[in-house]
Structure formats: C-alpha cells, structure tokens
C-alpha cells in the first residue's frame, strides 16, 4: 500500500525531450521564481495556485509534500504541488480552494499536456501513489486531455462529478449589473441598509487594516453560524492566524479584493473576493446577525457587480457548493470533478473510492450525512464519555468516506 515519501527523494525522467521530476522536499527560492513566471504566462491562472499562497502552505506543511514539474532549458511547462497525509496525495492547494488546477504554460500544445499527464500518472504508479483529485474544474481547459490519460492508464481510477460552483455571467459587466439590479427585493434591501442603518460599501484592495478586517470578518461569522448545528472554526484563534495569513498571500499575488458592508457600528457583511480574469470569486463572505432584516448578502452582491462594472469584470463565481443563497443571481453551474487514482493492489482505498461513489448516488444517506450525521459530530464534542462509542463508529465512516481524521477520546475533552 503506498505511504507518504521521505524528504530526500527525487526521481526525474525525460520522455519526448521535456524533463519531468518528483521532489519531496520543500522547494527552494529558484523554483519559486521560475514557478511564478509559470503562473503569469499559464492556461489557467488561477488565485487557488497562486505562488505566494502556495509557498505559504508549502511552508507549513514541509514534511509532507511532493512537487512534480516538467521543465525545457530550465524553464517550467507545468507544475503541480500535492501534500500526503495518511498515504494519500491531495492537491496542496486543498488547505484553502474552491478548484484545484493544474498549472500548465499557455503554450503547451495537446501533445506537451498529454506528456504532462502521462508522466505524472507513471510516477504515482512507480511509487504506489494513493491520488485523489479534488475540487478538479470540468471547465479547464486540459480536462479532455487529463480523462484520456486517465482511462487509458493501467492504474484503478473513478471520476466523479462532485460538486458545483454556480456562476452568474454576461455578456459585458454593464449587462451583469443591470441584470442584478433589475431585482425589486434587493432594491428594497439596499434602501433599507441605506436609509435605516446609514449603510455604505468598502473595498479594499491594498493590505490597510488587516488585523481589525480579519477580526471583524471572524467575529461575524462566530455569530453567524453559533446559534446553528455548526459553529464557525474561526472561534479557533489559530484558523483566524490562518486567514490573515491567506489573505496576506493573495494580496502578494495581486488577486485579493476585500469587500465589507459598513455601518456607525462597524463592518457587518463582508467578503473575500479574488480576481481570475473576467472573474471575480465570491471565495468567503459571511454577515452578522443582527442585520439580517436588512439581508447584507443581496446588498453586497449588488454593490460587488456595481464594482465589477467598474472594473471590466462580467463573471461573478460563487465558489464551491450549492448552497440557495447563490441560485438568487447564479443561473449556471460550472461541475467540480474528484478524481481517484491507484495502484489496483490497494484495496483500503479502492474500497474507500467504492464507498464514496455509493453515498454520492444515494442521496438520502448524502443528506443524511451532511444534515444529520455531521452537524452532531460538532455537538456532541465536547460531551460526556459515555457518548463516546457513537461518535467512534461515526469517525469510523467519516474517516473512510471524507478522509478525515478519527478523533479519540481525549478530543472529547
């Protein structure tokens, strides 16, 4: 069965004269550099693969990590970073997305790409790779090339349709605006946070007070989600370090776009945009409460498409989930695929791929699960010990259905 790799391993291989190699060691400032001429002239330039972000997960996560590349005269083609916890390899960039690309320069002709793939899927199978492939964008570009490489590979693979991420799109961003603004009810919402709580927009596209935005952004969301059966993660001081650190990073690689809704009492609805093009991604919003009647999600998606108009942006996507609040401007959903990938010898996680194609087609158990199961996970942390064999057998499925880790009795604590 395979495992996560020592540091010290790399393996390269020069197949139609482009040099692809495996590292397993955190990479040095000289592929940073090159990595980042490779994004800024790539297919898909995407903020989730951004490299300042990338570096900053690279960073906290250096015993774990495994970089492929192909290179020709020392510049880079194509790259890809993964992490492996448990024995399997997910996408570096999963610490924080809402699609996972692989990056590959602009100028790859069908053939480079498919050698790109073909490589990759060589190395994983050589050292017994447990790969699985989320959030992965049906929309790329690529993604013909990468499901041909895929099925045709000797290896075990399942390609599943997964996720969405609604977009509301047109024609040119006056169009977007108009369409948004068209709306009677958010008309009337944007009167009310006007009028009544002497509302006003903020966008912040520098790194201006970031300590107070982040504390804002989590204080709202603590409040937000308290009262419901999932409570927000950024009660956790150290996801809010986290945060502020991601958000340091996007602003390094010139993608973050800070919106919040202001009031005489302070920010309460806000959102992480990041640019990508013509697109502005609706990554992490949340509001506060107490302002609910005044709906701040409408308001800012109303004034977010005014300012995208301003600034030649005619596609606003939602990010990863389905969740209804999207569907009031979004009328198109983009597909997230997850692709798994193996020897066909590791059974514990063929079964696990198995399992999880099962509950995605069942939806009762999927709702079940995501509305029933999870929520009391949270709430019974924190419970009595007595407790403690449910929350055991429920680990048991979460960790083979969800990769997650299983929690033992001093987590109860």
Same mark, same amino acid.
């Given at each position: 069965m395979g495992g996560c790799r020592a540091r010290d391993q790399t393996r390269s291989f020069k197949p139609n004269c482009?040099?692809?190699?495996i590292?397993?060691?955190?990479?040095?400032?000289?592929?940073?550099?090159?990595?980042?001429?490779?994004?800024?002239?790539?297919?898909?330039?995407?903020?989730?693969?951004?490299?300042?972000?990338?570096?900053?997960?690279?960073?906290? @996560?250096? @015993?774990?990590?495994?970089?492929?590349?192909?290179?020709?005269?020392?510049?880079?083609?194509?790259?890809?970073?993964?992490?492996?916890q448990k024995g399997v390899y997910t996408f570096l960039s999963d610490l924080k997305t809402d699609a996972n690309f692989f990056i590959l320069h602009r100028s790859c002709t069908p053939d480079m790409t498919k050698c790109f793939f073909e490589a990759l899927l060589e190395h994983a199978g050589k050292d017994n790779w447990a790969l699985m492939l989320n959030h992965k964008p049906a929309w790329a570009a690529y993604m013909d090339v990468l499901?041909?490489?895929?099925?045709?590979?000797?290896?075990?693979?399942?390609?599943?349709?997964?996720?969405?991420?609604?977009?509301?799109?047109?024609?040119?961003?006056?169009? %977007?605006?108009?369409?948004?603004?068209?709306?009677?009810?958010?008309?009337?919402?944007? @009167?009310?946070?006007?009028?009544?709580?002497?509302?006003?927009?903020?966008?912040l596209t520098d790194d201006s007070d970031m300590d107070q935005w982040v504390k804002e952004f989590c204080d709202a969301h603590v409040a937000r989600w308290?009262?419901?059966?999932?409570?927000?993660?950024?009660?956790?001081?150290?996801?809010?370090?986290?945060?502020?650190?991601?958000?340091?990073?996007?602003?390094?690689?010139?993608?973050?776009?800070?919106?919040? %809704?202001?009031?005489?009492?302070?920010?309460i609805? %806000?959102?992480v945009g990041l640019l990508d093009s013509e697109t502005l991604i609706y990554h992490t919003p949340t509001f506060h409460p107490d302002y609910a009647h005044c709906s701040p999600g409408r308001v800012l998606i109303y004034y977010i498409t005014q300012w995208m108009a301003e600034n030649g942006l005619r596609r606003l996507d939602f990010g990863d989930g389905n969740e209804p609040y999207k569907y009031?401007?979004?009328?198109?959903?983009?597909? %997230?695929?997850?692709?798994?990938?193996?020897?066909?010898?590791?059974?514990?996680?063929?079964?696990?791929?198995q399992l999880i194609k099962k509950v995605r087609e069942n939806q009762g158990i999927f709702h079940l699960y995501q509305n029933k199961l999870k929520?009391?996970?949270?709430?019974?942390?924190?419970r009595v010990a007595a407790m403690f064999s449910y929350i055991f057998c429920f680990n048991w499925v979460h960790a083979i259905l969800f990769d997650e880790q299983i929690l033992v009795l001093s987590t109860l604590a």
């Open positions: 482009m040099k692809y190699s590292s397993y060691q955190l990479p040095d400032a000289d592929f940073w550099g090159r990595y980042t001429q490779l994004w800024q002239n790539s297919l898909h330039r995407s903020p989730f693969q951004a490299p300042h972000i990338l570096q900053y997960y690279a960073g906290r @996560n250096p @015993n774990n990590l495994a970089v492929f590349q192909c290179e020709q005269g020392g510049e880079l083609f194509g790259a890809a970073l993964f992490k492996c499901e041909e490489v895929v099925d045709a590979s000797p290896l075990y693979s399942m390609n599943l349709d997964y996720s969405v991420c609604p977009i509301a799109e047109a024609e040119t961003p006056e169009t %977007l605006f108009k369409e948004v603004s068209a709306s009677r009810n958010t008309r009337y919402k944007l @009167n009310k946070f006007v009028k009544q709580e002497n509302g006003s927009l903020e966008v308290a009262p419901t059966p999932t409570p927000s993660a950024y009660r956790n001081p150290e996801r809010r370090a986290f945060l502020k650190d991601c958000l340091k990073a996007w602003y390094a690689d010139g993608v973050l776009v800070r919106f919040a %809704l202001r009031t005489e009492k302070g920010r609805g %806000l959102m009031y401007v979004a009328s198109k959903d983009q597909v %997230l695929k997850r692709i798994f990938i193996s020897g066909k010898t590791n059974l514990k996680f063929i079964l696990k791929t929520p009391a996970l949270r709430n019974l942390r924190g």
